[in-house]
């Protein structure tokens, strides 16, 4: 799954996001990267790929499922400026099927 995005002109940007995962019943497997690219930026200085993953779990709050996710990235890849050296990913959705 990608997108692109342009921003208002005063901060104007596009950006590409990629991302997969893998579920398995109630647990989940989150082996996959959020890799971004920042196409105004110098080809040498575009993109930010992380590597790593995390784990999730399906569970219910009595009758209202819930879908949490902990997952820990080291970015091999970033553009010299402003960038972290990892990220660090904690999702709750509360599900309320029809």
């Known amino acids: ?50 590597i790593g993953g995390g784990l999730g779990k399906l569970f219910r709050l009595g009758k209202l499922p819930v879908n949490t996710q902990l997952a820990a990235y080291s970015n091999l890849v970033k553009p010299r400026q402003g960038s972290a050296d990892w990220q660090l990913r904690f999702q709750v959705q509360f599900l309320f099927p029809k």
Do not use: C, K
């Not at 590409?16 to 040498?44: F, K, V």
């Open 1 to 50: 799954m990608g997108f692109e995005r342009s921003a208002g002109d005063s901060d104007h940007f596009e950006q590409r996001l990629e991302l997969d995962h893998t579920d398995y019943h109630t647990h989940h497997h989150q082996p996959s990267t959020i890799i971004t690219a920042n196409w105004l930026a110098a080809s040498d200085d575009r993109w930010t790929v992380p």
